[in-house]
C-alpha cells in the first residue's frame, strides 16, 4: 500500500506569513494527490486536486506543486480562517491513503 | 447545490452491526463515484471504502470482510453496513463524492458519529 508522509506534523505561524506543508509518498503517484482543509468539527473541505490545481472558491493564496512523490502545499499569506489542519491524499491506487495531518497555528 | 446528509450513527456494542446511509441531493448516487472516509476522535483522516459508478467496490484492509459498502438509486442514498463491529472501529463516519478523473474528494457530508463501546 502506498503511504503518505506529511511534515510538519504541526507548524506555529503568524497571519501573513508564508507558509510550506511537505507531502511525500512511498511510491510515485504521478500527480494524483489532493490537499484537505478541515476545521475543529467540520468536514474536510477540497483545496487542490490533481497536485497543482486550485478548487474552485479556494482563494488563490492557496497553491500546490510537485509529482512523482513530493508534493507541497503553500499558503501565501495567512489568514486568521487558515488556522486548521490540512491533509493530503493520494488516489493513484484504490486504496485513497490520507496522511497523518499539519496542525496549523496561530503563533 | 450538493447535499450529503449522513445518518444512523450511535452506541452499540462490540461485535454488534449498524447500517449508515448518506442521502444525497443535486447529484445521483449511482452515477457518481461515491466513497466513506472515517475519524477517530482526536485523530486523521481514513479512507473506508469507494464504489464506482459501474458498481465496482474497494475497501481499505481494516474493514474487509466487515463493511459492505452499497446504494440505492430510488431513495438516491449510499450506505455503509458495518459488521462484526470493534471498539477501533468507533469514529465519525463521513460520505464524499470522488471525481473520478482526479480522484479528488469533491463534496462531504457532515458525518455521523459511531460510538464501540461496552
Known amino acids: 500500500d502506498i503511504q503518505m508522509t506529511q511534515s510538519p506534523s504541526s507548524l506555529s505561524a503568524s497571519v501573513g506569513d508564508r507558509v510550506t506543508i511537505t507531502c511525500r509518498a512511498t511510491q510515485s503517484i504521478s500527480d494524483k494527490l489532493s490537499w484537505y482543509q478541515q476545521r475543529p468539527g467540520k468536514a474536510p473541505k477540497l483545496l487542490i486536486f490533481a497536485a497543482s490545481s486550485l478548487e474552485s472558491g479556494v482563494p488563490s493564496r492557496f497553491s500546490g506543486s510537485g509529482s512523482g512523490t513530493d508534493f507541497t502545499l503553500t499558503i501565501s499569506s495567512l489568514q486568521p480562517e487558515d488556522f486548521a489542519i490540512y491533509y493530503c491524499?493520494?488516489?493513484?491506487?484504490?486504496?485513497?491513503?490520507f496522511g497523518q495531518g499539519t496542525k496549523l497555528e496561530i503563533k | 447545490e450538493v447535499q450529503l446528509v449522513e445518518s444512523g450513527g450511535g452506541l452499540i456494542q462490540p461485535g454488534g452491526s449498524l447500517r449508515l446511509s448518506c442521502a444525497a441531493s443535486?447529484?445521483?448516487?449511482?452515477?457518481?463515484?461515491m466513497s466513506w472516509v472515517r475519524q477517530p476522535p482526536g485523530k486523521g483522516l481514513e479512507w473506508v471504502s469507494v464504489i464506482y459508478s459501474g458498481g465496482t467496490t474497494f475497501y481499505a484492509d481494516s474493514v474487509k470482510g466487515r463493511f459492505t459498502i452499497s446504494r440505492d438509486r430510488s431513495k438516491n442514498t449510499l450506505f455503509l453496513q458495518m459488521d462484526s463491529l470493534r471498539v477501533d472501529d468507533t469514529a465519525v463516519y463521513f460520505c464524499?463524492?470522488?471525481?473520478?478523473?482526479?480522484?479528488?474528494?469533491?463534496?462531504w457530508g457532515q458525518g455521523t458519529l459511531v460510538t464501540i463501546s461496552s
Open positions: 464524499a463524492r470522488v471525481r473520478p478523473a482526479a480522484g479528488d474528494f469533491d463534496h
Open positions: 491524499q493520494q488516489s493513484f491506487s484504490t486504496s485513497y491513503t
Open positions: 443535486g447529484l445521483t448516487v449511482t452515477a457518481n463515484y
